[in-house]
């Protein structure tokens, strides 16, 4: 994982359902793994999709250290789409601060907080997954980006690569998206910061990468952290 | 498409609709069925297609009702509150012997309920959907692949029979990701459209799609007719699996997310030395009432799993008709079954026998 990609605050968008919230929460945990001294936190800004979303890893999150910050009504008889009144102080906040964007134009909501963003330094991580129909192509991928960017008003600065077919993933499948991601760089024009994968599905990946003579330093490992119907 | 691709199941009916050479869509937004609707927003218009928001469920019904009489592949897509504004196009559609697919991507109720999934309109689609003598094939989908593939077979049937299908998921289906494989769908052979409005370009009689007969007799004539449509799909059209059941003293019923959590509870019930096994309809209507009353002479006690009061165990308890006890076991409101709950009542029914 390339690290130094990552800002204090740092904010996760991407196509619908290619694993954003994941991803956000196991980025969050893993700050906090690697900064136990220093606070951390991760705001819901996803105001699109009421199925899979921050609030259910609410109790993960605590466990590893790592404050949610919730729309205030989330899971509850008043749930509406809202943003945590916490979120603006939030982007300044001493220590790490990962924010958990709606799926494609549902980035809009990022737009209210872009001059504090960009003022900020945030960084934007744009998460991407083959394995999605629309953005199987590194064109679909570019194209998601330019939608996001122009909802939200904010570039993505950095790709992330959590190609995946959920518990069927296979480590050829995690192989052969890494061209993918390489095309999605150049043509999103934007650094590679790690490829995903779940130990629990792919216990052997980091060995595969390794006999393949690929950097194993680009995986990030994740645990499943949003909610299985079934 | 030739390898898996990952996909919420709202995502694999719109595109197993598309490739299945369904150009049409019309809709109105409702959760957890909206992603249908995207989904047919961004993809229809690049292969020549149209989706349309229309100002209403009512609209929309009435939008496919016109897009099928001109002899088109065409669909609407909902949830719950909005099939029941759909009901009476729906009915004009089954009087006017019109092929459609209708999706509902069920969520608690009644009123208007809850987003979250249910099972509670297995009565409206399989008994109440519209006024009048008619009936919808239903289909129940389990997986994110049966909602494309039943998708593809839910468009063959409908034209098959000329009459409307219904795909009857639930909110968790549509939500939840899994891998598609879009390469493995079937072709039938499928009659020509011989009926439909799309001009006689001056070389045949004009065709009439309409579903009112003002003389009583007419109207019985074209029921009797339909009835008899009826019946071949009841004999020929019947699907279901079947889950260790050649041993089971007890018999689940299931369909769709719940028959998942079902063949989970009677593999723990096994492993607790219950012998339990699993009907799962994939057609609700027509329903797998011969082979359920077949099992009923092996089999010694029934349990209709549901994610409602218990609707389908009507159903159970038909087939089964009096030969052996028939028991319910559900949960509500947008609640889902555990497994652990199931087992207990599978580990409850077994004591008893």
Redesign the interface.
């Known amino acids: 994982m390339n690290e130094g990609l990552i800002r204090p605050c740092t904010v996760v968008v991407g196509h619908y359902g290619s694993g954003k919230t994941n991803f956000a929460v196991n980025l969050a945990l893993s700050v906090k793994r690697r900064h136990p001294e220093a606070p951390a936190r991760i705001a819901d800004l996803d105001t699109v999709n009421p199925y899979f979303r921050t609030a259910d890893a609410a109790e993960l999150l605590r466990a590893g250290g790592v404050e949610p910050l919730l729309p205030e009504f989330a899971n509850s008889n008043v749930d509406i789409p809202m943003v945590p009144s916490a979120l603006r102080a939030a982007i300044r906040a001493p220590g790490f601060t990962a924010v958990d964007v709606g799926g494609d134009d549902g980035a809009v909501a990022l737009g209210m907080f872009r001059s504090e963003l960009t003022a900020a330094g945030a960084a934007v991580l744009f998460v991407v997954n083959r394995f999605r129909p629309l953005i199987a192509t590194p064109e679909g991928a570019r194209d998601c980006m330019e939608e996001i960017a122009e909802a939200s008003g904010l570039k993505p600065t950095a790709l992330v690569n959590n190609s995946n077919l959920g518990a069927e993933t296979g480590a050829e499948d995690v192989l052969s998206s890494l061209e993918y991601a390489r095309e999605c760089s150049a043509l999103c024009g934007l650094p590679l910061l790690c490829h995903c994968y779940m130990p629990a599905v792919l216990p052997d990946l980091p060995r595969v990468f390794r006999e393949a003579g690929l950097d194993e330093g680009e995986l990030f490992p994740m645990e499943q952290a949003t909610r299985q119907l079934f | 498409?030739s390898e898996?691709?990952?996909?919420?199941g709202n995502?694999a009916i719109a595109?197993a609709a598309i490739s299945a050479g369904c150009l049409y869509f019309f809709g109105y937004p409702i959760?957890?069925q909206t992603?249908v609707a995207e989904y047919m927003a961004?993809r229809l218009p690049k292969v020549g297609g149209l989706c349309l928001q229309a100002e209403s469920e009512v609209a929309a019904i009435n939008m496919l009702m016109g897009a099928s009489s001109a002899g088109t592949r065409a669909m609407t897509s909902s949830s719950s509150p909005g099939i029941s504004l759909k009901s009476e196009g729906i009915s004009y559609i089954a009087g006017c012997d019109l092929p459609c697919l209708i999706v509902n991507v069920q969520r608690g109720g009644p009123g208007l309920g809850g987003?979250q999934?249910s099972q509670q309109d297995y009565y409206q689609a399989t008994r109440g959907v519209g006024h009048g003598d008619l009936r919808l094939i239903v289909l129940a989908p389990s997986s994110v692949q049966e909602m494309a593939s039943l998708t593809a077979e839910a468009f063959d049937l409908a034209d098959t029979y000329r009459m409307p299908a219904m795909l009857l998921a639930d909110?968790?289906l549509g939500?939840?990701?899994?891998?598609v494989d879009f390469s493995v769908f079937p072709k039938r052979e499928l009659p020509e459209k011989t009926w439909a409005t799309n001009g006689t370009k001056g070389k045949r009689k004009k065709n009439i799609v309409n579903s009112l007969f003002i003389e009583p007799d007419k109207l019985e004539q074209s029921i009797l007719a339909r009835y008899e449509r009826y019946a071949k799909v009841e004999a020929e059209e019947v699907r279901f699996e079947e889950v260790m059941t050649e041993d089971a003293d007890i018999v689940l019923v299931a369909f769709g997310?719940t028959a998942?959590?079902a063949k989970s509870a009677i593999a723990e019930a096994r492993k607790a030395g219950v012998k339990a096994g699993l009907l799962r309809p994939i057609t609700l209507w027509p329903f797998p009432k011969k082979r359920l009353n077949e099992l009923a002479d092996t089999a010694k006690a029934f349990l209709s799993v549901e994610m409602s009061m218990g609707q389908m165990v009507d159903d159970v308890r038909l087939a089964v008709n009096g030969k052996r006890p028939v028991s319910f076991f559900g949960r509500t409101g947008g609640m889902?079954p555990s497994v652990e709950e199931v087992t207990a009542e599978i580990m409850k029914i077994g004591e008893s026998l």
């Open positions: 498409m898996k691709v990952l996909m919420k995502e595109e959760t957890p992603e961004r987003i999934p909110g968790a939500q939840m990701m899994e891998p997310i998942r959590i889902i």
